[in-house]
Nanobody, 115 residues
Framework: VQLVESGGGLVQPGGSLRLSCAASGFTFSSYAMSWYRQAPGKERELVATIRSAGGSTNYADSVKGRFTISRDNAKNTVYLQMNSLKPEDTAVYYC?????????WGQGTQVTVSS
């Protein structure tokens, strides 16, 4: 099983980034997928989730209206489009796939929002 995040980097406030998480080794389409983030000195927090069936989504209040989670089951990939980025969005972003008792994490990608 492997989850590989990409797309992080340095961006100015107000800018945009799109994170990708490529999955392999499990039946991606049947798993819910989430993005989490962890800033220095803080606990890991849930950012967004997209369900397996129907693709319903949920977002943390802090990112609603700015971030969009989506998935492409044909490519076994989940995305996080991040717009209107703020310095407080700076963190390592992780993707997670889960179903019943199974839970898989990626290694994370750094997002830094700074002028």
């Amino acid at each position: 099983v492997q989850l590989v995040e990409s797309g992080g980097g340095l961006v100015q406030p107000g800018g945009s980034l799109r994170l990708s998480c490529a999955a392999s080794g499990f039946t991606f389409s049947s798993y819910a997928m989430s993005w989490y983030r962890q800033a220095p000195g803080k606990e890991r927090e849930l950012v967004a989730t997209i369900r397996s069936a129907g693709g319903s989504t949920n977002y943390a209040d802090s990112v609603k209206g700015r971030f969009t989670i989506s998935r492409d089951n044909a490519k076994n990939t989940v995305y996080l489009q991040m717009n209107s980025l703020k310095p407080e969005d700076t963190a390592v972003y992780y993707c997670r796939g889960y179903k019943a008792m199974a839970s898989y994490w990626g290694q994370g990608t750094q997002v830094t929002v700074s002028s």
